[in-house]
């Protein structure tokens, strides 16, 4: 098992374009975490996935933000219409739902720069 | 809602002494999960220990342990004999273990430089 992987590790883009960005989990997870982290901040939590469903989203995804996991292994992130406001590391972390909690393992990010 | 604090923005340690780091964290809850977190620079985050709030033995990992203060809502790591490895950013993190979608709240981390 490699881990969490994410792609792509860097990502620039000019502010209105749309992007995505693709988390694959350790394979026998059943829940998928995304998070933001900028600059000198912890990860703040955005949404998660238990198998296919989004069961939680924060209010900080605005609507221009949409997350799927369409058949309970990868998730997509996308963002329409960037803002600068946008630039951060997207985080995933993946883990399996038992008793208690289960220990999250985070991939390396994706870093994306909004000019 | 609960809030986890780290106010030490930086540390440094000589290589082989050892360091403590603070947090501080709020919640009303009684039964919850907090984790110190490393972020090394350039690459992916993993847990260091995580300690149950209703247990009251402190957690150890190696040459990591933790002090946790439930009263005092205080919650520190402790790093022995300090290797230049462990420089990186470090995180203090809440779970409520009621919540069953176990989402971490983060602090805003402290970054630790080991000198050698």
């Known amino acids: 098992d490699t881990g969490v992987s994410q792609d792509p590790r860097h990502k620039i883009t000019k502010r209105g374009q749309n992007v995505t960005f693709r988390c694959d989990p350790i394979?026998?997870?059943?829940?998928l975490y995304w998070y933001r982290q900028t600059l000198g901040q912890g990860p703040e939590f955005l949404t998660y996935?238990?198998?296919?469903?989004?069961?939680?989203k924060s209010r900080l995804l605005s609507d221009r933000f949409s997350a799927e996991r369409p058949k309970g292994s990868f998730s997509t992130l996308e963002i329409q219409r960037t803002e600068q406001g946008d630039s951060a590391m997207y985080l995933c972390?993946?883990?399996?739902?038992?008793?208690?909690?289960?220990?999250?393992?985070f991939g390396p990010g994706t870093r994306l720069l909004v000019l | 809602a609960q809030t986890v604090t780290q106010s030490q923005p930086e540390m440094s340690v000589q290589e082989a002494e050892t360091v403590t780091l603070s947090c501080t964290y709020d919640?009303?809850?009684?039964?919850?999960?907090l984790f110190w977190y490393k972020q090394p620079p350039s690459r992916q985050m993993i847990l260091v220990i995580r300690?149950?709030?209703?247990?009251?033995q402190n957690a150890t990992e190696n040459r990591f342990s933790v002090n946790f203060q439930k009263a005092a809502k205080s919650f520190s790591l402790k790093i022995s004999d300090s290797q230049l490895g462990d420089a990186a950013m470090y995180f203090c993190?809440?779970?409520?273990?009621?919540?069953?979608?176990?989402?971490?709240?983060f602090g805003k981390g402290t970054r630790l430089h080991i000198l050698p």
């Open positions: 972390a993946s883990s399996s739902a038992g008793m208690g909690q289960e220990t999250q393992y």
């Open positions: 394979s026998e997870h059943n829940r």
């Open positions: 996935f238990q198998n296919e469903a989004q069961l939680e």
């Open positions: 919640t009303s809850e009684s039964d919850y999960y």
């Open positions: 300690q149950e709030a209703y247990k009251q």
């Open positions: 993190a809440y779970s409520n273990l009621l919540n069953r979608d176990d989402k971490i709240i």
